[in-house]
């Protein structure tokens, strides 16, 4: 694990200490870390709802049919065997 230095003003310092105190968190670190995994689950969902709004929005809808999901499953399934016969 690598280390990181921040610089925080007094008033950000004492409250990620106070959390610390208040037993929410057992060091700083972890308060900071609990932070970031946060930040990264936010930009993933926005993400992902770009994605979903992206897919809405790129033309009339398709009729999902039970084979067309069958298909997709062997396609998938074909594809999982042949990553792991290269491994």
């Known amino acids: 694990m690598q280390t990181m ?7 950000m310092k004492e409250y ?6 208040e037993g929410a968190y057992s060091s ?3 308060y900071v870390r609990e932070l970031v995994r946060a930040d990264q689950k936010r930009k993933a969902k926005e993400q992902l709802e770009q994605l979903l ?8 809808p398709l009729e ?3 084979a067309m999901v069958e298909e ?3 396609k998938l399934r074909a594809r999982a ?3 792991k016969a290269s491994h």
């Not at 230095?5 to 007094?10: A, E, M, Y």
């Not at 990620?16 to 105190?21: A, L, P, T, W």
């Not at 709004?53 to 009339?60: D, H, Q």
């Open 53 to 60: 709004l992206r897919a809405i929005n790129s033309g009339p």
């Open 81 to 83: 065997a042949k990553r």
């Open 64 to 66: 999902v049919t039970p």
């Open 28 to 30: 700083a670190s972890e």
């Open 72 to 74: 997709v499953r062997q």
């Open 5 to 11: 230095n921040i610089s925080l003003p007094d008033p």
């Open 16 to 21: 990620v200490e106070g959390q610390v105190r």
